[in-house]
């Protein structure tokens, strides 16, 4: 019987799409008979193919009873069984378009991308080319991954269009697999750094909370403490500078939910610095003052997105097993900002 479908994604930049993996879970029915886990799974999952089932077999991707076991396991009655997959290839074809990238680390297996804030991550609704998957797509045109019809080859992961920072990509369909594992068990590290409205009122704590697409706003995402709608959602934070009216945050996902940190800001109270989605491109702290006014005006023009960088990035090598860890500078537009913020602060005379 499959007791649960879950659905894998991180911060996405089209609201439109799913997720990049699906993980099931499942429970042997007491009167199975011995059978090949690989037929099994066939039977039991709609649109799961053998070759599906067996390549997540040997990224060791099917658990039974907690370990991971080879197509030929023979499934017994009570067998727990979870497995993660790459959703199945969809029908449209990728135009490979020369986009310059800044590849920050590549190896036989991954690489990892330093995505500027305003480059969509994938083709979809809207945004069919130039994609970061697009310039993917040339950069790697000789690689069997990136050749087929799939909209998503290689990625792990995505952040938001208006996000910037740093992204793993799989060469290879081992590599893609076995990292979506760890992004899926929650063992990768994502440290982002946002700019948000207002002082923290601890300077470091966890925020929790089920998300789910607003009921009044299908474009947004909100909160729900009953527990019963949306997905479990905890952001770690800590204050890293406080600027007046603002402060300088670090975010650290545990889990990684559609607009996840954008939404939990917003949440406390404190919404992302210019984020239009959810309220931080007013003037929500601060002095009534013409000045301060045309001070923070200024700021916005200084970066028309949400103040937010995914900094830091870290996980298993999928093939080595090394550790690996990658950190990356804020982008000129936040600093600017942060530095304006400063001097404000320096300065006023209040």
């Not at 067998?79 to 310059?100: A, G, N, T």
């Not at 997105?305 to 860890?325: N, S, W």
Request: hydrophobic fraction near 35%; include cysteine.
């Amino acid at each position: 019987m499959v007791e649960q479908k879950e659905e894998l994604f991180d911060e996405q930049d089209e609201l439109e799409e799913g997720s990049l993996f699906e993980h099931y879970k499942l429970t042997v029915d007491p009167g199975q008979s011995q059978l090949r886990i690989d037929k099994f799974l066939v039977n039991r999952i709609d649109n799961a193919s053998r070759n599906r089932i067996q390549a997540a077999a040997d990224a060791g991707s099917i658990m039974v009873n907690g370990r991971p076991v080879k197509s030929n396991y023979k499934v017994k009655p009570g067998d727990e069984i979870s497995i993660v997959m790459d959703y199945p290839r969809r029908e449209l074809k990728i135009i490979p378009e020369e986009i310059p990238l800044n590849i920050v680390y590549e190896d036989d297996q991954l690489l990892v991308v330093n995505k500027p804030a305003g480059l969509v991550v994938h083709p979809g609704h809207g945004n069919y080319t130039g994609t970061m998957v697009n310039g993917l797509a040339w950069y790697l045109k000789d690689l069997p991954l990136f050749n087929g019809n799939d909209p998503r080859p290689g990625l792990i992961h995505r952040i938001d269009k208006n996000t910037s920072g740093l992204l793993v990509v799989a060469k290879t369909e081992l590599a893609k697999t076995k990292l979506g594992l760890q992004f899926f068990e929650k063992t990768t590290r994502r440290e982002y750094v946002a700019l948000v409205w207002g002082r923290l009122e601890e300077p470091e704590g966890t925020i929790t909370g089920n998300i789910a697409r607003s009921q009044k706003n299908r474009q947004v995402f909100t909160v729900y403490e009953d527990g019963e709608h949306g997905k479990p959602a905890v952001t770690h934070y800590k204050l890293i500078e406080e600027l007046g009216y603002v402060s300088l945050v670090e975010c650290r996902l545990e889990t990684g939910r559609t607009h996840q940190i954008r939404v939990h800001m917003n949440y406390t109270g404190h919404p992302v610095f210019n984020d239009d989605t959810y309220g931080g491109d007013q003037i929500l702290w601060g002095t009534t003052f013409t000045k301060y006014k045309q001070f923070v005006q200024n700021c916005f023009n200084i970066i028309p997105r949400q103040a937010l960088h995914a900094k830091t990035l870290g996980f298993v090598h999928p093939v080595t097993g090394k550790e690996m860890m990658f950190d990356s500078e804020l982008p000129a537009d936040m600093s600017e900002v942060i530095g304006k913020w400063r001097n404000y602060i320096a300065n006023r005379e209040v």
